[in-house]
């Protein structure tokens, strides 16, 4: 299947870790992306290849992958982190790019 | 400093037709593939559409397979989209981005496309 899936809510309190997961089976074949979107805001990269950060994205936030699982590790919450984040992939053929349906943080 | 800028969205009764632009800056255009990228409001990011380096090479989601054309002018550092026989269900923001490293690592502001009668 070329469909990602991913928890639709997580919370994490301020200061606290929260790992979120992105669930594929071409995630055996082809690494995840992770973008971060702010309400009203264009999506921003946070993390892609292994476990690569663009400049300026702070090192709190990591990424893994196991098997059909990629996840994204946000250490040390801020409240700026709160967002949808969203994964990418791409199909088994490797031709189509995959969203998976996202994920919205909430910082308490 | 790396700017996209998409233009082009608007307005369009269903089976209409309309192209979006996506000016580049900032970067080398040439050297990147270029996607699209479309979301409705309160939903969820979508693939649209791919193109490699130099134009050679096209990809398409199923939904837009046959209707819609990506296409790029290096000479102009310009991204397009040709969007034919617009139904409703492609009313969205669409967005351009710069694919690096598997990742799409800088993304336009989007444009809004709304399809209605």
């Known amino acids: 299947s070329s469909d990602l899936t991913q928890d639709p809510v997580e919370s994490v309190a301020l200061g606290q870790t929260v790992r979120l997961t992105c669930l594929g089976d071409?995630?055996?074949?082809?690494?995840a992306s992770w973008y971060q979107q702010r309400p009203g805001q264009a999506p921003v990269l946070v993390l892609y290849g292994q476990n690569r950060r663009p400049s300026g994205i702070p090192d709190r936030f990591s990424g893994s992958t196991s098997g059909n699982t990629a996840s994204l590790t946000i250490t040390g919450a801020q409240a700026e982190d709160e967002a949808d984040y969203y994964c990418?992939?791409?199909?088994?053929?490797?031709?189509?790019?995959?969203f998976g349906p996202g994920t919205k943080v909430s910082v308490l | 400093e790396v700017q996209l800028v998409e233009s082009g969205g608007g307005l369009v009764q269903p089976g209409g037709s309309l192209r979006l632009s996506c000016a580049a800056s900032g970067f080398s255009f040439s050297g990147y593939w270029m996607h699209w990228v479309r979301q409705v409001p309160g939903k969820g990011l979508v693939w649209v559409s791919g193109?490699?380096?130099?134009?050679?090479?096209?990809r398409y989601a199923d939904s837009v397979k046959g209707r819609f054309t990506i296409s790029r002018d290096n000479a102009k550092n310009t991204l397009s989209l040709q969007m034919n026989s617009l139904r409703a269900e492609d009313t969205a923001i669409y967005y351009c981005a710069r694919e690096s490293g598997g990742g799409n690592v800088d993304w336009g502001q989007g444009t809004l496309v709304t399809v209605s009668s």
């Open positions: 193109i490699n380096s130099d134009g050679s090479s096209t």
């Open positions: 990418k992939s791409r199909d088994f053929s490797g031709h189509h790019h995959v």
């Open positions: 071409s995630l055996r074949k082809y690494a």
